[in-house]
Each structure stands twice: as C-alpha cells, then as structure tokens.
C-alpha cells in the first residue's frame, strides 16, 4: 500500500450507521458549491423506481431529461427539489448524448435566463423561483462549457460553439492560477484569493481540456491538462485513493484536506473523488487513462463497495451507490478489465434503477457514455 507522503492520513474509523436502506448519492452528498452552502432537503416526488435500465449511452441520457428535466430545469427531485448548475451541465451533456437538440436548448435557455450571471459564470444554486447561492462552481462550468462545444459541433450551431468559447475564457480568466505544478483549475471564485488554493482533483477533465484548447486556441487550456495530470499523478502516487477535497501551496505542495476550508467532513473519497476516475479513464491520452487505473487494486478489495472510504480504502459507511461502482468500473476500464467494468456499470445501473436519486442517474449515463460512447468527445471506448 503507497503511504500518504503528502500529509499524514490518519485512516481512523468513522462510524456510521446504515439507517434505512438508502443505497444511493443524495442527502447533500452531491454538494458541490462554495463552502457552507448545502440546499434544504424535503420531499419531492421521485421518478419512480423500476428495473435497471440497458447500458446504452442514448437510453440513459434521453431517460435521465425524461425523468430529471422540466422545461429545461434540471430538478433535484430527492435534494428538495432545487437545481445547481452542476445539474444543468449534466442535463448539456444528456442532450448531446440524447442528439436531442430541442432539449439542449431548453436547458441552456433556462440557464442563460436564471443562472448566468453578469460575468458570464453560472450561478451555483437556485431554488423556490430564484437563486439563493450565485458564487460559480468551476467544474458545472467547465462542463458546460465542454458541452456547448460539442453541441455546435453536434447540430451545426455556431451560436453554441461561441457560447462554449466565450464561457471557457471567463473559467481560464478568473478560475485558474499557476503554481509550481503548472497551472490547476480553482473550484470557485472564492478560492482565488487564498493561497494554499482549495483544490478539487476530481473537478479536472483531460478531455474537456483539450476540447476547449481547441476551441479557443488559447495555450493556458494546455497549461492546465498540463498541470492537473501532474497533481493527479503526485495524489495517486502519494495515496491509494484520491480525496475529495486537497489544497496546493503555490510552491507545489499537495495536502488532502477534509472539505474546501479543511473542515467538515473527514478526509475522505467519498461524494466527488470518484468522478477523477471517470474523467481520466476517457481521456484520449495514455498516460492519462493509467492514471485512472491505479486506485482499481484497492477499490477491488471488496465485492461490495462502501460509498464513503477513507484513502486507504477502509470503508467509512456501510451504504452502497450507484455513483461508486460507476468509479469503479472506470478504473477497470482503464485498466483494461472489461468484463469487470460492464459487471459495475450494471450494478451501478441496478442501484440508481432501485433508489432513484439524481446524482446517481447522472453518472450512470455519464460513465456509461464516457466509456461505451465517443458522444461527449472522449476515448474511452478506444483506451482499452
């Protein structure tokens, strides 16, 4: 087992008890605004449960607008029925998938009049007809940005593909710094003032990356697939599994912290380290997508896979989610196990079918795109 060479990791035992039996990412766990900021939960009506649906990218995506999206607002159904702009982007990347064109529209309508504010950024949370939080979050915009690249392209629409540059320019403008390890992506507006910078590992995407650097022509979009590898890289090497949140000194120094501000919940791999797997199994470069098999020994440990581990792969909960096994199945993916992988992508797909939350469908029919489906601009059916 690699040992924590960049801070310490106590891996000590967090107790939690398993309740009822909730499977699925929800309950403030798919949180990924500006510190402190978390929605109020109430209930909402859920599509409803059924069989697990095939692993088609198509399927999944034009399921997840049918079941998630109401006139171009992508609802939180179990999250009391708010919209965050992460949600928003999934809903982009659902209508590329889908090749639905009147459904991106609609969802990119609905947040350019809502969440789109004055600097061109969306708003982190709305909520009850307006929003309640406007501080951007940097990976909802980097995806965006990516998915109004690829719908331009996609439908023949330049008007998207100038909306995708022109966001993409105000990300590397005002979310982006430069440190010892290249320049990394900052999660928010928030952090850009605070040096060691709050870092976010799962928030980079090689293939977004090199979507954009294309798109705009502007070399700090290298810089920054540059960079974020060389930090991904230092973490898995350091570490068995990556942490949800992490801080960068300016000089280079990489520290897994407990949330953005170093408080809050545990060091953990839990609600957001998993999507590095799935970011980096897509990637259309080598070096990449080994990356993103490395953490598959520890994960591969159990059969059944906690939700919540700590970085040495000690579970921390004793719920499963569907999200996990999606993270999962990236790393076999990228290691090139595909019988393994199609087994978790099924098991992630029979648990979001069960407990439908909409974190969980989400990233079922992301990975299963991202890894079955070159629709969101990737690799991944070619990195086996």
Known sequence: MRRAALLGIAAGA?????????????????DHGPPESAPETSATPLPAAGSAPDLNATELATAFLDDWVDDGRVVRHDEGGDTVSEGQAYGLFAAVIADDEKSFDEIWTWTQDELIRPDGLMAWRWDKGAVVDDEPASDADLDAARALVLAGDRFGRDDLRASGVELATVIADRMTVVTERGRILLPGLWAADREPYAYNPSYASPVAYEILADATGDPRW??????????????????????????????????????????????????DAPRLMLRYAESCVPTDVALA???????????????????????????????????????????????????????????????????????????????????LGGCGTSSS
């Open 293 to 375: 098999a490395m953490p598959l020994a520890t994960l591969d440990r159990e059969k059944e896979l906690s939700s919540r581990l700590d970085l040495g792969g000690g579970a921390l909960a004793q719920e499963q989610s569907a999200f996990s096994y999606t993270a999962r199945a990236a790393s076999a993916h990228a290691a090139g196990d595909q019988v393994a992988a199609t087994v978790d992508l099924e098991r992630a797909a029979e648990l979001s079918a069960e407990y439908p939350t909409y974190y969980g469908a989400a990233w079922v029919m992301l990975s299963s795109a991202m890894l079955t489906d070159d629709a």
């Open 14 to 30: 967090v107790v939690v008890t398993a309740g009822a039996a909730v499977l699925a990412v929800g309950l403030n766990s798919s």
């Open 222 to 271: 290298t810089e920054l697939q540059a960079g974020s590898a060389a930090v991904t890289s230092e973490i898995l090497t350091a570490t068995d599994l990556p942490p949800d949140w992490a801080q960068i000194h300016a000089n280079g120094v990489i520290e897994p912290m407990p949330g953005p501000l170093g408080e809050g919940d545990p060091v953990q791999y839990a609600f």
